[in-house]
């Protein structure tokens, strides 16, 4: 599913295909949901889960915050 989100860094409008389904999505969405990201999408990596928490890519994240090394 192609999901689109806006970066809460930088406004940028971002998108990712990620192997979701609908019914996830609503969930996560969801006002009355209690359950943690990763207990709702148990197959995504942990830069899946950020980008629908917070619209960033992995690429734009290193931008603004730089690698592990750094």
Not at 2 to 18: A, P, W, Y
Not at 47 to 62: K, P, Y
Request: hydrophobic share 35%; charged share 25%; proline share 3%.
């Amino acid at each position: 599913m192609l999901v689109i989100r806006k970066s809460l860094f930088t406004g940028v409008m971002n998108e990712m295909d990620l192997p979701i389904s609908q019914e996830q999505l609503n969930e996560f969405e969801s006002d009355n949901n209690s359950r943690l990201v990763q207990d709702i999408f148990p197959n995504l990596n942990s830069e899946q889960r950020e980008f629908l928490m917070t619209g960033s890519t992995s690429a734009e994240w290193e931008d603004l915050f730089g690698g592990e090394d750094e």
